[in-house]
Structure formats: C-alpha cells, structure tokens
C-alpha cells in the first residue's frame, strides 16, 4: 500500500477530525511524520540556503524548520493546530541546540502571517492546498518557493517541478509576479 493511501485511510479515522465552538467539523490531515530523507529532498528541491526564512504550516514535530536551521542557519517558523505537536517541536528545537532560530505556534495555518517566508513547506492533504492557495498568492512575494510533499495545487497552478520518490512525490513551485496571479 502507498503511503498516499495510507493517508487516505488515516483520515477516515475520528481522531483526524476536530471540531471549533459552534462550527462544524474540519477535516484536518493526519500526523505522519516526514521521513529524514524526504526532509532533506524537500530542502534541497527548495534551494533552501543561510538567509531564508522557512515555514511549515502543519509542522508536526518541527522536523523541517529544525533541519533547515540546523544545516543553513535559517530563520524557521512553524504552525500546527495540535497543542501536544508544537510542544514536541519545541523541545526537538531545544534538543537540537536551534531554539533561537526557530518559533512555533499553535493555530490554524489560515490565520498565521506567512509574508516574510522565502520558503514554504507543506504535507497537507490536496484539498487543504487547494483552500492555501488563495492566502499564499494573497500573501506571499515573488520568488518564493513552495513546497508540497505528495499533494499538489491541482490544474490551476501546476508545479514548476515534480519529483518522485518511489511512494512519495515532492512538488515546487515558484511563486510568480502579482499581476500573473489568479486565485
């Protein structure tokens, strides 16, 4: 089974769903845990280098702003909605001696400002980057590179580059100019 179907079956699971005061459940993306090698394929497809600053909306453990920090000295900002998740990644930052270089807050990753990204990193599911999409054409510069691993902004916005990696696929895009954007 590939783990984009092992995914799938995680998010018919109860835990997977939560529910705000009066709203109505949102389905959120199960926590699986990006493996060090997709890591370090994710920051070399981004180019990441010292002076990025690098954001992880769905952060889980931090693992990917802790890298990108730890190897370029980069600024790193990571969001995830599960309060158990950041206090993870806070201490792995701790542990990894780059507490000072990284943040992480716990919220939803629609109401973190993400403008001063030069780098984006994502592993949520399509529909989540299909919902992303308007914030990062709305917030983010020229230049900036996004990142998905295994799911893609569907056929309005094909990815600059796509590569596979056995079960998984990592796909960039560079975000363009203001005035050749849609939503």
């Excluded at 769903?17 to 497809?45: C, E, W």
């Excluded at 158990?84 to 990894?96: C, F, G, T």
């Excluded at 399509?126 to 983010?140: Q, S, W, Y």
């Amino acid at each position: 089974m590939k783990r984009r179907d092992l995914l799938m079956l995680g998010a018919a699971s109860p835990w997977v769903f939560a529910a705000a005061a009066g709203a109505p459940p949102k389905r959120l993306p199960p926590y699986v845990l990006t493996t060090p090698t997709l890591v370090g394929h994710m920051l070399r497809i981004a180019d990441v280098r010292p002076g990025d600053i690098v954001y992880d909306l769905g952060c889980g453990d931090g693992r990917i702003v802790i890298e990108a920090a730890k190897r370029f000295g980069c600024e790193g900002h990571g969001v995830d909605i599960n309060p158990q998740a950041v206090a993870v990644a806070r201490e792995n930052a701790k542990s990894a001696g780059v507490d000072k270089l990284v943040t992480f807050t716990q919220g939803d990753l629609f109401d973190l400002d993400i403008s001063r990204a030069t780098v984006v990193m994502l592993y949520l599911f399509a529909e989540m980057n299909l919902r992303l999409k308007p914030k990062l054409f709305r917030e983010l510069a020229e230049g900036v590179r996004v990142v998905s691993h295994d799911f893609d902004m569907g056929k309005g916005w094909p990815p600059d580059k796509q590569y596979d990696f056995g079960t998984d696929a990592i796909y960039m895009w560079i975000m363009p100019p203001r005035s050749r954007r849609g939503a």
